[in-house]
């Protein structure tokens, strides 16, 4: 069974910084490209940023470019998302998602991950 477990979600002030972390179990987390997503209450869920299976290659959400970083431990089964600079429009749940690295679609589409985390709450205040 796969398992996506986010955490390190909270409250923080405007131009803190959060870390989060996936820890994922039952997949060959080596051979997955993993992604961080964002959805605020009433909107899409929208993609954040998204790092390949090796971890050679990254790709970001224009308005994070600079602010955020993604990174994955695969020793440890794990993806992270530090968010520096936070801003109140970051405020949303994040999930964390994984789709196979032979699977096709781009790294952008919700729909091209196959499984999902059940997400945590970052909330700035100003």
């Known amino acids: 069974q796969v398992q996506l477990v986010e955490s390190g979600g909270g409250l923080v002030q405007a131009g803190d910084s959060l870390r989060l972390s996936c820890a994922t179990s039952?997949?060959?987390?080596?051979?997955?490209?993993m992604g961080w997503f964002r959805q605020a209450p009433g909107k899409e869920r929208d993609f954040v940023a998204a790092?390949?299976?090796?971890?050679?290659?990254?790709y970001y959400l224009d308005s994070v470019k600079g602010r955020f970083t993604i990174s994955r431990d695969n020793a440890k089964n794990t993806v992270y998302l530090q968010m520096n600079s936070l801003k109140p429009e970051d405020t949303a749940v994040y999930y964390c998602?994984?789709?196979?690295?032979?699977?096709?679609?781009?790294?952008?589409?919700?729909?091209?991950?196959?499984?999902w985390g059940q997400g945590t709450q970052v909330t700035v205040s100003s």
């Open positions: 998602a994984a789709r196979s690295r032979f699977s096709s679609g781009n790294y952008y589409s919700p729909r091209a991950y196959a499984y």
């Open positions: 790092i390949t299976s090796s971890g050679d290659m990254t």
């Open positions: 039952g997949l060959t987390f080596s051979n997955y490209v």
